[in-house]
């Protein structure tokens, strides 16, 4: 599903937070030979994988909440369940760190729902958060965002078949 977004726009260069050791990275590499990808993870010991699965690769251990690289530095800001990690009090904060670093536009693998209250049963019950990405990535200033929800035939079980979904927006032009 991940590729499948990606396919929709054109694109050079990507940066994944919360890569783990990259296996998206790897699947992006095979599907797009020609493009740049880099990444982040809190985990020093994925990111050390990582950059022996990419000979020469770029991989920083960093949080998602403070980014070190520049304004509009790249295409693409790709996060795959990273941010279900990140608590209701900084997620404001790491939407924003997200539309700052990215060009063009967010693709977001994550737990997406309308209901507040239903959100915040979920985080009682799994200790994963969900949000309105929706609502977030507008008040962030991106724009045209597109919300898919993967179904069962991607991925089976709760809570991806209940909360998961492909969300993709567009990055305000500076």
Not at 4 to 19: I, K, P, R, Y
Not at 58 to 63: A, D, G, K, Q, R
Not at 85 to 109: H, S
Request: with cysteine.
């Amino acid at each position: 599903l991940i590729v499948w977004a990606l396919q929709s726009f054109n694109w050079v260069s990507l940066w994944e937070v919360g890569m783990g050791p990259g296996p998206n990275l790897v699947r992006i590499v095979r599907e797009f030979p020609n493009k740049q990808v880099v990444g982040s993870d809190i985990n020093p010991e994925a990111i050390e994988l990582a950059k022996q699965t990419f000979n020469g690769g770029i991989f920083h251990v960093e949080s998602t909440e403070d980014i070190l690289l520049s304004d509009k530095s790249v295409d693409v800001i790709l996060s795959d369940a990273s941010l279900i990690y990140i608590g209701p009090t900084k997620i404001k904060n790491t939407i924003a760190e997200l539309v700052r670093v990215a060009r063009n536009r967010i693709v977001l693998c994550e737990f997406h729902g309308k209901s507040s209250w239903k959100r915040f049963l979920l985080r009682l019950k799994t200790g994963y958060n969900a949000y309105n990405y929706k609502n977030l990535l507008e008040e962030a200033g991106c724009y045209d965002v597109q919300i898919i929800k993967i179904t069962d035939e991607f991925w089976q079980g709760f809570p991806w078949s209940t909360w998961g979904h492909i969300i993709v927006a567009k990055i305000p032009k500076a």
